[in-house]
């Protein structure tokens, strides 16, 4: 169930075994510095099929860990680790990229059984770690996914028996921090229990994984059916599923909810696992996915309510992907607030239209749907890149609290927790 990213679907067969290895014979490396010539295989050792490396015209190919691969000359100079390109104390680079000549060359190449050498054309040596290669090479981040997740409906969540972590765990230990962040990556919900049913209490566990981030409707914010703000939230009506904030250039990466009354019948919430409908779309219809993530569209916020006047409007696909993997990472969908299409000409625009459909047949599949009745004491964290919200229309009084967060600030306390993220 780990990894079931849409990267590990396109994944591009390693091109190792291939050609080149008939083509080019593999020659043993004598370990002494050769000197850059002829493009040919050299070994570490005669006997090792470890590692071999070969230098052509514009490019350095390494093979190594049996991951093949290419490197720019350019960027082995810039990537520099040594002392004079590199401050260590601070991660930061040194260099002047800029007075880097774009034919750099290097002069010699020599490789150990764990290091890359390279002399330059001044005499300035770099020396790389082979391993730190693999991992930070172009091929290698190629067949890693960024951010690993288990795509879910609701059979797979509730299966999962996802806990709940209890506040004072998650306030106090490291380990329920920990526990709930792991959980919140890998499903982009979770939950936290036994919380103090007050907006004060909430805040102080939304601080606790990262900074808030106030917005148009303030840091912390309470809301009830008083049509307050000019939008649908503020009322008794039921939600379709949606994502919040589509109408900011960065969408808020985390919502949390925190219902601290309710007297009156309705009012569930709805979650579905974005990603996981995006996948179904990727399987049928893979023009779909595509036209989903390159076509741009506008959300737009208009409010004039009161003393309200706000004017949001974020320019972005549907389905945002990492490029160089294929790999999803934000979905931006709110049928609510997306704006009039002027971005795109009527025949691309109706195949759009199609696509959409696909992907809202898919969101809509009740196997997909996740029911889940907030209560006082039962905050939410919600993956607001990932997972769609909805609720229930109600009667009575119902009042929910809660903000949102800074996504680099919760992903940087899932790393510095030793988590992927
Ligand atoms: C959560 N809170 C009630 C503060 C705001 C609701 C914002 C609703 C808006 N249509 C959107 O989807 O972004
Ligand atoms: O009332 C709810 O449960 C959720 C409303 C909503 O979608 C929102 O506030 O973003
Ligand atoms: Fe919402």
């Given at each position: 169930m780990w990894c079931r990213s849409l990267a590990c679907l396109l994944k591009v067969p390693?091109?190792?075994?291939?050609?080149t290895r008939h083509r080019s014979p593999w020659l043993p490396c004598d370990?002494?510095?050769?000197?850059?010539?002829?493009?040919r295989w050299h070994h570490?050792?005669?006997?090792?099929?470890k590692c071999a490396w070969q230098l052509h015209g514009d490019h350095l190919e390494l093979r190594y860990a049996n991951t093949l691969m290419r490197f720019d000359f350019v960027w082995l100079r810039d990537h520099c680790r040594s002392a004079s390109c590199y401050n260590a104390k601070t991660n930061q680079?040194?260099?002047?990229?800029?007075?880097?000549?774009?034919g750099i060359k290097p002069k010699a190449v020599r490789v150990d059984e764990a290091t890359l050498f390279l002399t330059w054309p001044d005499g300035h040596v770099t020396r790389y770690g082979l391993e730190w290669l693999v991992k930070n090479s172009y091929e290698g981040q190629k067949q890693q996914v960024m951010h690993p997740r288990i795509l879910w409906n609701a059979e797979i969540y509730r299966q999962a028996q996802v806990p709940s972590v209890d506040c004072r765990s998650f306030l106090e230990t490291d380990e329920g921090l920990k526990e709930f962040l792991q959980n919140f990556l890998l499903y982009g919900i979770a939950f936290v229990e036994?919380?103090?049913?007050?907006k004060e209490d909430t805040e102080i566990l939304a601080e606790r994984i990262s900074l808030i981030r106030e917005t148009i409707y303030g840091r912390m914010w309470y809301f009830t059916?008083?049509?307050?703000?000019?939008?649908?939230?503020?009322?008794?009506l039921a939600l379709d599923r949606h994502t919040d904030t589509?109408?900011?250039?960065?969408?808020?990466g985390i919502q949390v909810f925190h219902c601290l009354k309710h007297e009156g019948t309705g009012g569930r919430t709805l979650l579905v696992d974005g990603f996981y409908a995006a996948e179904q779309v990727l399987r049928q219809a893979p023009d779909q996915f595509e036209l989903l993530s390159k076509v741009p569209l506008k959300h737009e916020y208009v409010e004039n309510v009161g003393d309200c006047h706000n004017h949001m409007i974020g320019v972005g696909p549907v389905l945002n992907v990492y490029?160089?993997?294929?790999?999803?990472?934000l979905i931006r969908y709110n049928n609510y607030d997306?704006?009039?299409?002027?971005?795109?000409p009527y025949d691309v625009v109706h195949r759009w239209y199609a696509a959409h459909r696909t992907l809202t047949t898919e969101l809509r599949r009740p196997e997909n749907e996740l029911w889940v009745k907030l209560k006082p004491g039962k905050a939410l964290f919600i993956d607001n890149w990932r997972v769609l919200h909805g609720r229930e229309a109600f009667t009575g009084y119902r009042q929910l609290c809660g903000c949102y967060l800074t996504r680099d600030d919760v992903l940087n306390t899932a790393r510095l927790l030793g988590l992927q993220a």
């Open positions: 390693c091109q190792l075994g291939g050609s370990r002494r510095t050769v000197l850059a010539a002829a493009a570490t050792a005669p006997e090792s099929l680079r040194s260099l002047d990229t800029a007075s880097v000549d774009l036994n919380v103090t049913p007050t059916s008083d049509f307050s703000r000019g939008d649908t939230a503020y009322t008794k589509t109408y900011f250039q960065e969408p808020c490029p160089w993997n294929n790999e999803l990472y997306r704006a009039v299409i002027n971005t795109v």
